[in-house]
Nanobody, 111 residues
Framework: VQLQASGGGLVQAGGSLRLSCVGS????????MGWYRQAPEKQRELVAT???????NYADSVKGRFTISRGNTKNTIYLQMNSLKPEDTAVYYC??????WGQGTQVTVSS
């Protein structure tokens, strides 16, 4: 499984970004995919994932602002990030089952 994340960038507080993750290989269901992030000097943390029954799971800090979704192709997921805050600044990683990880995409939110 290989994962390619994209869509990061520099945005002002209150702005929006949309991250994309395209998987290749034995992806199976995109419900096995999700997003984590890691800020400088902090541990990697869950942002948003799909649950086994297809529902979504969000970190409390992003609820109501971020939305995880599946693409029309079975190997793509997105993360729509609205009302961004400086504390959302981190490298965002796409993962498959928590076993495979993409290279990460940098999101920087300026105040």
């Amino acid at each position: 499984v290989q994962l390619q994340a994209s869509g990061g960038g520099l945005v002002q507080a209150g702005g929006s970004l949309r991250l994309s993750c395209v998987g290749s290989g034995n992806i199976g269901s995109t419900y096995a995919m999700g997003w984590y992030r890691q800020a400088p000097e902090k541990q990697r943390e869950l942002v948003a994932t799909f649950t086994e029954n297809g529902r979504t799971n969000y970190a409390d800090s992003v609820k109501g602002r971020f939305t995880i979704s599946r693409g029309n192709t079975k190997n793509t997921i997105y993360l729509q990030m609205n009302s961004l805050k400086p504390e959302d600044t981190a490298v965002y990683y796409c993962t498959h089952t928590g076993t495979y990880w993409g290279q990460g995409t940098q999101v920087t939110v300026s105040s």
